[in-house]
């Protein structure tokens, strides 16, 4: 991008300030400057008026399945367990797969998340690799991706009805992680739990002995990927920090023991709540066959009233949790992911500002890029967008593609208001 200024509107920095008036001055793919108020000069700039508007960093989704089939205007009711997982007799290999993965990723830039962590490919192929290498290499429109493994199970009955020998143990939980960091993966990703959708009572099975979980986390850092599980029963959650993972998902019934060894890694470690497919499970689910009591049996309801009771816990010892819901099911599709902000406040008890950082310093820092990524400050990469009114008095607003009037990322427009006639000044 040219030397821009966007002027006139809020500025939201992602450093956890209220939105003030100022100003953001862009250079290629850099934010150069940012200043209160308005000048009245921008010397051989290009001004962009975004009056009743607020420029803010781009989103960052932390729990991203863009190998899930359903996305907004592509709804696929073959792939919503346990009501039906049709999909799975369907695969059509890699070539389709991509497909539709790219077509995924764009759909979630529309939305304003200009960065994706991943949190498990769908199917053991290396759709996300790929994904990752064209994003970057300017050939599909996305966001910049980091790509994770599908996610291991250790039961040793694969899906099919196959048994792998020697599935289980610390040889071959070591040999998944550098098999998969081998294949170009940023992440491995591991089922810690079990969970109610795949068997009565799974989120309280902790599926992992310690000599395993510490293995994984060995030739994780051997190998030098990261690791991310999914982690509802206390026992999982207390194996994450333990052995080393940095990404742990859902927490949902973690105890006292679980949260003390989550506040002693704050620093280090994220948890990613995904209140977005359980709320639709709940609440918006019957259209595709999830009815009260299948969100029930589910383990949906238990789900819901679990993050509400140790989330505002997890918020009052500082232990960074990020929006991202497990978005890709009928009910939940891709494209909708901002919705799990509202959710964060309205269920997990956070204040807007605070959710606002957690989808943007605070998902810098997950990508491993919070130096660059993630603020409006002075050279940190201009992903941005300039949002309709003030996102910190109603996050609601980020929900509304109308709403966002630019997405910019590296430096670039992915859009732009057609109407803009932006003028430079003397």
Request: hydrophobic share 40%; net charge negative; glycine share 12%.
């Amino acid at each position: 991008m040219e030397r821009t200024v966007f002027t006139g509107g809020l500025v939201f920095d992602g450093s956890g300030a209220e939105p003030v008036p100022g100003e953001v001055v862009v250079d290629g793919e850099r934010v150069v400057e940012v200043r209160p108020g308005r000048s009245e000069e921008h010397p051989g700039a290009r001004v962009i008026r975004v009056d009743g508007c607020t420029v803010m960093p781009g989103l960052v989704e932390s729990h991203a399945h863009l190998t899930f089939p359903s996305a907004v205007g592509h709804i696929d009711p073959s792939f919503n367990p346990p009501v039906d997982v049709g999909f799975f007799q369907n695969v059509r290999g890699m070539e389709t797969e991509l497909a539709r993965a790219e077509r995924n990723a764009g759909i979630l830039l529309d939305a304003g998340f200009t960065s994706a962590y991943s949190a498990g490919s769908l199917l053991p192929m290396p759709t996300e690799v790929v994904l990752r290498d064209r994003i970057r290499a300017g050939q599909v429109r996305g966001p910049r991706l980091l790509a994770a493994s599908a996610e291991r199970d250790n039961h040793p009955v694969r899906p099919g009805g196959h048994v792998v020998a020697d599935w289980q143990g610390p040889d071959s939980c070591r040999a998944y992680v550098r098999e998969h960091a081998e294949q170009g993966y940023d992440s491995v990703k591991f089922l810690l739990s079990n969970d109610d959708v795949f068997t009565p009572g799974g989120s309280q099975m902790t599926q992992y002995t310690w000599e395993e979980a510490r293995a994984a986390g060995e030739q994780a850092r051997e190998s030098g990927v990261w690791l991310n599980c999914h982690a509802q029963s206390a026992e999982s959650v207390k194996l994450a920090v333990r052995a080393g993972f940095r990404s742990i998902y859902h927490c949902t019934y973690a105890d006292d023991e679980a949260l003390d060894l989550l506040e002693s890694v704050k620093d280090d470690v994220f948890v990613s709540p995904a209140p977005g497919i359980i709320y639709a499970n709940v609440h918006e689910g019957e259209e595709y066959g999830i009815d009260r009591a299948t969100a029930e049996r589910m383990g949906s309801v238990a789900a819901l009233e679990g993050m509400a009771a140790i989330y505002p816990e997890i918020r009052k010892r500082g232990i960074r949790a990020l929006p991202g819901g497990d978005y890709g099911f009928p009910n939940n599709p891709i494209g909708r992911n901002a919705r799990d902000l509202q959710l964060f406040v309205e269920v997990l008890g956070y204040g807007p500002v605070e959710v606002l950082t957690a989808a943007t310093r605070h998902g810098g820092e997950l990508m491993g890029m919070g130096d660059e990524l993630g603020l409006l400050a002075p050279g940190y990469l201009a992903d941005l967008l300039v949002v309709r009114g003030n996102p910190a008095e109603d996050v609601r607003l980020l929900q509304d593609p109308d709403n966002l009037l630019w997405i910019v990322q590296d430096g670039r427009a992915h859009k732009q208001p057609q109407a803009a006639h932006p003028h430079a000044a003397a």
